[in-house]
């Protein structure tokens, strides 16, 4: 269990498959049943708490990647369940900087699973830190949202809440927009 970082694929492998078939949306050949020049499928992420699913659509902010997972209650008559933000690097590197750091939220050394709303962990594999677990608290998120600033991330659960998360984010993250003109 935990965190699983790379496969490394290389292109001549098809490890998941002897007789891989993967093709792109497009219909042409993917990195396994091609001619490419470097690995493919070099992140596959498993979550860490049992039942955990990613349920909306990640957002990739200056070489970090963000995503929202829900872990559903026990019971399976009940409703609810929890809301986690994680932060992963985009290139499947260590994180060198941690994105919650200069926020009000609270670093400590648990488990996601242990995590109560408001506390954040590391996950760590040999000694490298891997990713950034935040628990939002209670209800099903939404997916990340950056404000124009760069300074903050928006994710509303399906209790109505919505959570404003400040981050640190490397620089430069360039900040563009554009005004409509009549």
């Not at 596959?44 to 070489?63: K, N, Q, T, Y």
């Not at 872990?71 to 369940?81: E, L, Q, S």
Request: net charge negative; with cysteine.
């Amino acid at each position: 269990q935990g965190l699983y970082i790379k496969a490394d694929f290389k292109c001549a492998s098809t490890s998941f498959n002897d007789n891989c078939t993967w093709v792109k949306s497009d219909g042409s050949a993917d990195c396994c049943e091609s001619l490419c020049p470097g690995g493919c499928w070099t992140c596959v992420r498993d979550l860490l708490i049992p039942g955990e699913r990613v349920v909306d659509s990640a957002l990739v902010a200056g070489g970090v990647v963000f995503f929202t997972t829900f872990v559903p209650k026990d019971d399976p008559c009940a409703a609810g369940g929890d809301a986690y933000l994680y932060a992963v690097e985009y290139l499947c590197r260590p994180m060198v900087l941690d994105p919650f750091s200069d926020t009000t939220f609270r670093k400590v050394s648990k488990t996601p699973e242990q995590l109560q709303p408001g506390e954040y962990t590391e996950v760590t594999k040999d000694g490298t830190i891997q990713a950034y677990v935040l628990k939002l608290g209670e209800g099903m998120p939404s997916r990340p949202v950056m404000d124009s600033s760069g300074e903050y991330l928006f994710v509303q659960t399906s209790n109505g809440q919505i959570h404003r998360v400040e981050v640190t984010m490397p620089s430069p993250v360039e900040k563009t927009g554009w005004k409509q003109v009549n």
